[in-house]
């Protein structure tokens, strides 16, 4: 993983028309994303998430010409609540932080459980891993994370971010989701 390395890029399929994908009933999945479940973390790799091509994206219809859209706009959509889409993430869990985060090349976080607190990450550039312990005894599993990849850690499951680079850093999007009273 060194920073001279050219970045992998996976290969993603066409976007699908945004008219096609807001069909109602037509997208139970919003991404079509296989989750993988092994020990209770949601992982989505940047490969398997359904891009969505919006032509012209958030058309305005009523603003004068110069705030028209225009062009074409790629949306990722990682996770959805929206109906007929929910994934049903945010059930029993309210927004607690956003925040972007960059480990430098070589650093790493230290092994946590964060009790009451759900955790998504999503890498935006540079390459990691994430360690993962879901209950204390039970092995560490090492899953990589590369742009475009999102994670959720469910509250009191270990966990430890390291980017093994010499010289590129790792840089993401964490955000945390408070669980209620009764909710995990």
Same mark, same amino acid.
């Given at each position: 993983?060194?920073?001279?390395? #050219?970045?992998? $890029?996976?290969?993603? !399929? ?25 020990? /209770?973390?949601?992982?989505?790799? *940047?490969? &398997? ?6 032509? !012209?994206?958030?058309? *305005?219809?009523?603003? !004068?010409? !110069?705030? $028209? ?12 609540? $929206?109906? =007929?889409? #929910?994934? &049903? @993430? ?13 480990? *430098?090349? /070589? *650093?790493?976080? /230290?092994? $946590? ?13 540079? #390459? =990691?891993? @994430? ?5 204390? =005894? ?13 994670? @959720?850690?469910?509250? =009191? ?24 009273? /009764?909710?995990?």
């Amino acid at each position: 993983m060194s920073g001279n390395k #050219e970045q992998e $890029q996976p290969w993603e !399929p066409q976007p699908i028309a945004g008219e096609k994908f807001h069909e109602p009933g037509k997208w139970a999945n919003i991404n079509r994303a296989p989750y993988d479940r092994v020990s /209770g973390v949601l992982y989505k790799r *940047a490969g &398997n998430i359904k891009r969505v091509l919006y032509a !012209p994206g958030d058309f *305005a219809p009523d603003m !004068p010409e !110069p705030w $028209q859209g225009q062009g074409e706009t790629v949306v990722r959509w990682l996770f959805s609540e $929206q109906g =007929g889409t #929910e994934e &049903n @993430l945010l059930t029993g869990r309210n927004l607690e932080f956003l925040h972007d985060t960059t480990l *430098a090349p /070589g *650093a790493a976080t /230290g092994m $946590q459980a964060h009790t009451g607190t759900d955790e998504i990450f999503y890498v935006i550039s540079g #390459e =990691g891993i @994430l360690h993962h312990r879901p209950t204390p =005894g039970s092995p560490v599993i090492a899953r990589p994370l590369r742009p475009g990849d999102v994670v @959720l850690v469910y509250s =009191g499951e270990y966990h430890s971010l390291s980017n093994p680079a010499e010289e590129e850093s790792l840089r993401l999007i964490v955000i945390g989701l408070t669980c209620r009273q /009764g909710i995990t």
